[in-house]
T-cell receptor
Framework: DAGVTQSPTHLIKTRGQQVTLRCSPK?????VSWYQQALGQGPQFIFQYYEEEERQRGNFPDRFSGHQFPNYSSELNVNALLLGDSALYLC????????????FGQGTRLTVV | GDSVTQMEGPVTLSEEAFLTINCTYTATGYPSLFWYVQYPGEGLQLLLK?????DKGSNKGFEATYRKETTSFHLEKGSVQVSDSAVYFC????????FGAGTTVTVRA
């Protein structure tokens, strides 16, 4: 089992650009969540996808959008990048139940210059 | 909304010392509680979990008990090793994870 895989591992973008991050969930998982982890802080919930629909959303602007594909993989898109968007972006997969544990990928380190 | 508050670090210990990291939570429902660990340059790994009050989660010598009366889930380990050096996050899961700010632990030989 490959676990949760994310690509790319590192990315450098210029302010104002757009970026797409990708995630493949752990085998058997159908729910994908995205988190933003700024340096020295805990991860912050961005949104969650289940059955190709956004099921929950955290306190992030509309510049952050996502998509889930029929094979449960997911993309996170960020438009009009700001310097403050520089962070580690983590993808987690799980089953949809309330108490289920989430498995995390290694993350994508995004640097906005 | 749901939130988690955990002891601020950094924490520096000698090998074989006792480790405790305090964690308290605020939640409207009955969430599951987790401790995740993050090693340098890596994602998060689940360390242990508890799904209801009075449950004790344990793994690799670490333990934490879900205390509903004190809304706490403190992490403990009786004898730490250098390999336990990492950042530890307390989290609650009510369909999504809410994390504490993390506690950096450094264990010196």
């Amino acid at each position: 089992d490959a676990g949760v895989t994310q690509s790319p591992t590192h990315l450098i973008k210029t302010r104002g650009q757009q970026v797409t991050l990708r995630c493949s969930p752990k085998s058997g998982h159908d729910t994908v969540s995205w988190y933003q982890q700024a340096l020295g802080q805990g991860p912050q919930f961005i949104f969650q996808y289940y059955e190709e629909e956004e099921r929950q959303r955290g306190n992030f602007p509309d510049r952050f959008s996502g998509h889930q594909f029929p094979n449960y993989s997911s993309e996170l898109n960020v438009n009009a990048l700001l310097l403050g968007d520089s962070a580690l972006y983590l993808c987690a997969s799980s089953l949809p139940a309330q108490n289920t544990e989430a498995f995390f990928g290694q993350g994508t380190r995004l640097t906005v210059v | 909304g749901d939130s988690v508050t955990q002891m601020e670090g950094p924490v520096t210990l000698s090998e074989e010392a006792f480790l405790t990291i305090n964690c308290t939570y605020t939640a409207t429902g009955y969430p599951s509680l987790f401790w995740y660990v993050q090693y340098p340059g890596e994602g998060l790994q689940l360390l242990l979990k508890a799904t209801k009050a009075d449950d004790k989660g344990s793994n690799k010598g670490f333990e934490a008990t879900y205390r509903k009366e004190t809304t706490s889930f403190h992490l403990e380990k009786g004898s730490v090793q250098v390999s336990d050096s990492a950042v530890y996050f307390c989290a609650l899961n009510d369909y999504k994870l809410s994390f504490g700010a993390g506690t950096t632990v450094t264990v010196r030989a």
